[in-house]
């Protein structure tokens, strides 16, 4: 009977070499995995505060078009309120407040905007008016811009700029 004896030279097996070249590349390809991974995540919440932005000031605009346009008359045009005179012969003003844009009637105040997005400092809300026959403003030229406040977790520094211009209805 003939015994098989074989040395430690001649086992098959990884050396320490091997494994720290394999532990290194699956080092790198994981960091590039998850670098990939983050920097989708980032672009996604990204795109998703300027869709928002864009939304708020939309609708924001909107709100204002429909408001100058069903109002009775404008009785008073300033660069940064207008105070319209509804067909109900209410008061209504359209300015900004604490950085949001607002309507104030009355006692109530309503915003057009969301606590999460400001009207910065560089474009304020403005109002421009032009006046038609016999001294009565006949259409009103607004823009302002918007952008996210800070405290959202991915910084968007632009500001959308929102401007238009509305003819009253008479």
């Known amino acids: ?8 030279s001649s086992q098959r097996g990884f050396t320490l070499i091997e494994l720290i070249i394999v532990i290194s ?42 408001m ?3 109002a009775q008359r ?7 309120h207008l105070e319209l005179i509804n067909a109900d012969f209410g008061k209504t003003t359209l300015q900004t407040d604490s950085d949001r844009i ?10 057009f905007t969301d606590a ?11 109002f421009s008016c032009s006046t038609g026959v016999g001294e009565t403003y006949s259409s ?4 302002f811009g918007l952008q996210i406040k800070q405290e959202r977790s991915v910084a968007v520094p632009a500001t959308q700029v929102f401007q238009t211009t509305v003819t009253l209805r008479k």
């Open 25 to 66: 590349v699956f080092v790198l390809i994981s960091s590039a995995i998850v670098g990939v991974f983050l920097t989708t995540l980032r672009s996604d919440e990204h795109i998703s505060i300027s869709t928002d932005l864009k939304q708020q000031g939309s609708v924001a605009l909107t709100h204002l078009e429909a």
């Open 1 to 8: 009977m003939k015994i098989n004896h074989k040395s430690k």
């Open 140 to 143: 009103v030229s607004i823009s």
């Open 68 to 70: 100058v346009r069903n």
């Open 102 to 111: 607002a309507s104030a009637s009355g006692s109530s105040v309503s915003y």
């Open 74 to 80: 404008i009785s008073v045009c300033e660069s940064d």
């Open 116 to 126: 999460f997005v400001l009207v910065p400092d560089a474009y304020p809300l403005t």
